[in-house]
């Protein structure tokens, strides 16, 4: 049902974990649903300097947890929030199609913490 | 090293292996007993034979001297439609009110729903933290209106097994019909349609080591229930349709070798279960049994582990060759968590973190044994990545 590549990072999912001092932290989704995703970024001259994940979810979140990370890591703000929930899925050798609404939520949790740098950023100026 | 060549399959709830002698069995039905049981010549006369033996078998099974009351179907699906239907429409000049639980199988759910649609009034009867249905309050609910209570047998998925001897007294006492789903237990406790007051008994074929596609309904002599498919007439006009002879001879078989090997092979499926059960509860932190902790099927294990999700517990014990189910949202068609364990009082997010290991005659100690080194270490992993899981857990 998953692609090879969908397992590879489900099995050795990249940037596990937490950054403890994160310039940005994004959690969306609901347990209740049965996806959770929080991610963490550190942000130097711009750039996303770390991004790490920790997921609650199927399979599919947890690799498109992974998976995001490793496309955000070392791009500028302005290009990780371009980066779309089908980048994630494309880069991934697609998902299956129950799978792209509920557990394809990675995009959004790295837009959610680059939005909470920014808002830092704008309250500490 | 050796991990990726072990196969571990214990989703016998989901499918099983047909025995070896049951396909013997069954291939004489392709190829040279191939006849109509309707047929006058000799060839019919065969079929109409292995049918007769077949019934005679599956009779025995279910603790009936009478094999006329069994009728062969396509499944416990359908067993359970001719039961329940067959019998609401009969008796609907006497009443329209049944009495079901909330934990019954998803087919005997939609029945029910369906023939609310028609003017039945139908009663779900919550169960309790276990999964038990309480024969008392199932007495309660019974009106002068009330033609007909179904409730299953064992649940498929926790394992609890009903008390169906006190169900049957109270419908007997009260004169409504009693129907028992009884597909997951099929093959694995003993059942007995008489002495437990079971006026209709739906069972499977697979769910003993038999074919898929070919299930039974018992119906006791006399019980008012009338076909819901209408054709040639097969089945003493219940169930019309060409029998599916390989098929029942298959069943047939299946059931001789369950009632052979039943009380050993429940016995030594129990072991290995509490086995199961105990070496999970005791090494992984926050795991939890779901269900009757003894009045539960001999195969049936429901764990639930607290802050992973089960779809992601199944992909990694696949990886390592164990296979098993989860009543988790992430691996139903409806994204919606077991109705089973949400009715047993399970929060969404607990239902997630379940696992079902349902055990058959494949599996063995060393089986057990593996499950309970590997899975440990994949229960850790999924939470090492879980933003739910404590901190204090993971130092």
């Not at chain 1, 302005?78 to 050798?93: C, G």
């Not at chain 2, 008796?91 to 087919?107: A, D, L, Q, V, Y």
């Not at chain 2, 006026?199 to 697979?206: A, F, H, K, M, V």
Request: hydrophobic share 35%.
């Amino acid at each position: 049902m998953y692609s090879e590549k969908v397992m590879d990072h489900f099995m050795k999912p990249r940037n596990v974990g937490e950054i403890p001092d994160a310039d940005g932290i994004g959690t969306v989704g609901n347990p209740v649903c049965g996806d959770l995703m929080t991610v963490y970024i550190k942000v130097k001259e711009n750039r996303l300097e770390d991004v790490k994940f920790k997921t609650f979810g199927c399979g599919a979140a947890i690799a498109t947890s992974s998976m995001v990370t490793e496309l955000a890591k070392g791009k500028t703000i302005e290009e990780a929030l371009k980066i779309t929930k089908s980048d994630v899925a494309d880069s991934l050798d697609g998902l299956p199609s129950v799978k792209m609404h509920c557990s394809n939520l990675a995009a959004d949790a790295l837009h959610a913490a680059i939005k909470d740098y920014m808002k830092k950023k704008e309250v500490n100026k | 090293m050796g991990y990726e060549l072990r196969k571990v399959y214990m989703d016998n709830a989901a499918g099983m292996p047909v025995d070896p002698r049951v396909f013997e069995a069954m291939k004489t039905c392709f190829i040279e007993n191939y006849g109509n049981p309707s047929s006058s010549h000799s060839f019919g006369a065969s079929a109409r034979n292995a049918l007769m033996e077949s019934r005679e078998k599956v009779a025995r099974l279910i603790g009936t001297e009478k094999p006329e009351e069994v009728i062969f179907t396509s499944g416990g699906t359908e067993s359970n439609n001719l039961a329940i239907k067959g019998v609401a429409y009969r008796n609907k000049n006497r009443g329209n009110h049944i009495i079901t639980t909330t934990i019954e199988h998803i087919s005997v759910i939609n029945i029910c729903k369906h023939l609310q649609k028609q003017g039945f009034e139908i009663t779900y009867l919550p169960v309790d933290e276990q999964g038990m249905v309480d024969p008392e309050k199932l007495r309660d609910e019974i009106t002068d209106k009330t033609i007909l209570t179904s409730v299953m047998y064992a649940n498929g998925e926790i394992g609890t097994i009903q008390p169906i001897r006190d169900i049957g007294k109270i419908a007997r006492d009260n004169q409504i019909y009693f129907h028992v789903d009884a597909v997951a237990a099929t093959g694995k406790v003993h059942i007995n349609v008489e002495e437990e007051n079971i006026d209709l008994l739906s069972i499977s074929s697979n769910d003993m080591y038999g074919p898929k596609g070919v299930g039974a309904l018992y119906i006791k002599k006399g019980t008012r229930i009338q076909p819901v498919t209408q054709g040639g007439g097969q089945e003493r006009g219940l169930r019309s349709g060409s029998e599916n002879i390989p098929g029942i001879v298959g069943m047939g078989k299946a059931a001789e070798i369950a009632q052979e090997r039943i009380s050993v092979e429940g016995k030594r499926l129990q072991w290995l279960r509490d086995k199961l059960i105990k070496g999970v509860l005791d090494t992984i932190e926050r795991s939890y049994l779901n269900g009757h902790p003894t009045k539960r099927l001999p195969s049936n294990a429901n764990l639930r582990f607290s802050y992973i999700e089960g779809e992601s517990l199944i992909l990694g014990l696949d990886m390592l060759g164990i296979q098993v189910s989860s009543g988790s949202a992430c691996t139903s068609k409806t994204l919606e968590p077991s109705h089973v364990l949400l009715e047993i009082g399970l929060a969404h997010e607990e239902a997630h973190g379940s696992l079902v290991f349902t055990l058959g005659n494949q599996n063995s100690e060393e089986d057990v044994d593996y499950v309970l080194e590997v899975l440990p270490g994949v229960v850790k992993r999924l939470r090492t990545m879980s933003p739910l899981t404590p901190k204090e857990m993971l130092r």
